[in-house]
C-alpha cells in the first residue's frame, strides 16, 4: 500500500489517511449529518480531534515519513460506519412502516502498523495521551505571557492522564485542568475524561486546580506537602 502511493505521483501529500474495516464505497455512500458534503464533514470531525483526542490526526504524508522509520511504529485513524434507524412512518391507510437504517461515519480510534504490517487497533481509551514520569518545577508567571505559572497545564484536551510526576514549587498550580487558557476570558469548550493520579506535588499554590468546563476530571491518590491549597474546584 505504501509503495503504491508512494509510486503514484498523481497521489497528493496532504490529504488525511484512514483505515477502516469495510469498503471505500460504503465509507462514501454513508451520509452527512452537519454538512453538505461528507467530505465538508470528514473535515470537520478530523479538525474536532484537535479538542477531542479520540483518534489521531495523521496526513498521508505524516504515515509515509513514520512508515518507512526502521523500529517506528505507525498510526492512522479508522473510520468505521454507524448505522441508525430511522422513525417508523405511519400511513393512515397502511400499517405501521419500519424506515431504513441510515448510515453515517464515525472516526474513533487508531490501527497501529508495525514492520510493515497492520498489527492492531486501539480503542478511545486506549488512544488517550499520557503525560507520566516527568519532573516540574519552577515555572512562573513571566508578565502574563505564560499560563499563570502552572507546572503541567492541560487545556481543552480530552483523554490525558497525568500519573507519576513529581511538580514542586510552581507559582501558581502544581496540575491545572481547564477549558480557560487565561482568567480574563470564557470559552464555550470542555476537558473532558481527564485523570490526575498518583503525582507528587509539592509547594505550590494550588496542588492540582481543576476548572469550570473540566468536572468530570478524576483526581486520586496524590502525595500533596506544603501546598497553600492541596485541591483547588474553581466551577
Do not use: C
Request: charged share 30%; glycine share 8%.
Amino acid at each position: 500500500m505504501a509503495d503504491f502511493i508512494i509510486r503514484e505521483r498523481e497521489h497528493r501529500m496532504t490529504p488525511w489517511i484512514f483505515v477502516t474495516g469495510v469498503t471505500a464505497g460504503e465509507i462514501l455512500r454513508a451520509e452527512s449529518e452537519g454538512e453538505p458534503t461528507l467530505a465538508e464533514e470528514i473535515e470537520g470531525i478530523m479538525e474536532t480531534q484537535l479538542l477531542l483526542s479520540t483518534s489521531p490526526r495523521i496526513t498521508v504524508k505524516d504515515f509515509l515519513i513514520s512508515f518507512n522509520k526502521p523500529g517506528e511504529d505507525t498510526f492512522a485513524p479508522v473510520i468505521k460506519i454507524r448505522e441508525e434507524e430511522e422513525p417508523p412512518e405511519e400511513d393512515l391507510f397502511t400499517d405501521i412502516s419500519e424506515g431504513e437504517p441510515k448510515r453515517f461515519i464515525v472516526i474513533e480510534g487508531a490501527a497501529v502498523f508495525s514492520r510493515g504490517k497492520l498489527a492492531g487497533y486501539l480503542t478511545v481509551p486506549e488512544n488517550k495521551s499520557i503525560v507520566k514520569g516527568n519532573e516540574v518545577s519552577g515555572t512562573v508567571n513571566l508578565e502574563g505571557k505564560t499560563p499563570v505559572g502552572d507546572g503541567i497545564l492541560i487545556y481543552k484536551s480530552h483523554y490525558v492522564t497525568v500519573e507519576d510526576n513529581v511538580v514542586d514549587n510552581n507559582e501558581h498550580a502544581g496540575v491545572r485542568v481547564t477549558a480557560e487558557y487565561r482568567y480574563d476570558r470564557e470559552d464555550d469548550w470542555f476537558a473532558t475524561n481527564n485523570s490526575v493520579i498518583n503525582n507528587e506535588i509539592t509547594n505550590n499554590y494550588y496542588g492540582v486546580l481543576i476548572q469550570e468546563g473540566a468536572e468530570d476530571t478524576e483526581v486520586e491518590d496524590n502525595y500533596y506537602e506544603g501546598n497553600t491549597e492541596d485541591e483547588k474546584y474553581d466551577y
